[in-house]
């Protein structure tokens, strides 16, 4: 089960009858659970006894992988990419933004996580009004589609997803390194 949107409303807890539910099921099949955080934030949505009541859990998109309470596998981007082509993608994202002519620049220009980089020309320290203000006017100038065409073009011996997502930024990961990734450390139960 995914997450965010299935399991909790988005970023919120489980609703109090999720649980028993769960566990009802569980008697009848192996349950799991995915998502594109981090653990200590899916345990805030789960609660503490995650580990405890799904047989496996996989957070960031499965990169890290629980089975039956126990660690399973992890995995980085930094250790897919290695530290020379990683820091050649960031330092160019980082020039491109230095050389961008956008009306307001705040901070936190990438944000670096286990699985990808998250990438905000705005910067992620940004206000709720500078953040609308950057999406409309990304919508008319085209400022992360242009900036994720010129990234797919100078890096694309490296297999990398690129995905615009919300009002200012875009994310940066391996190709298959989405939710599916989970599926690789099913077992055959």
């Not at 998502?35 to 496996?56: H, M, N, R, T, V």
């Not at 039956?68 to 980085?76: K, T, Y």
């Not at 940004?126 to 900036?147: G, L, M, P």
């Amino acid at each position: 089960f995914d997450i965010d949107g299935t399991l909790t409303p988005s970023r919120k807890m489980a609703p109090p009858e999720m649980k028993p539910f769960l566990q009802e099921l569980r008697k009848k099949v192996t349950i799991g659970t995915v998502g594109g955080s981090d653990f200590p934030k899916a345990k805030e949505q789960l609660g503490e006894s995650i580990l405890g009541d799904f047989d496996y859990v996989f957070t960031e998109n499965g990169l890290v992988a629980f089975k039956a309470g126990e660690a399973l596998a992890s995995q980085s981007i930094k250790d897919y990419l290695g530290a020379d082509k990683l820091k050649s993608l960031i330092n160019f994202a980082l020039h491109y933004i230095a050389d961008l002519d956008i009306p307001v620049k705040t901070g936190t220009f990438i944000e670096f996580r286990r699985g990808m980089l998250n990438i905000c020309p705005v910067g992620r320290n940004c206000s709720q009004e500078e953040r609308d203000a950057f999406e409309q006017y990304d919508n008319v100038h085209n400022i992360r589609k242009t900036f994720v065409a010129i990234l797919k073009e100078k890096f694309a011996d490296l297999n990398l997803t690129f995905s615009i997502g919300g009002q200012i930024s875009f994310d940066v990961f391996p190709t298959g390194w989405d939710k599916t990734y989970c599926l690789r450390h099913l077992g055959p139960e």
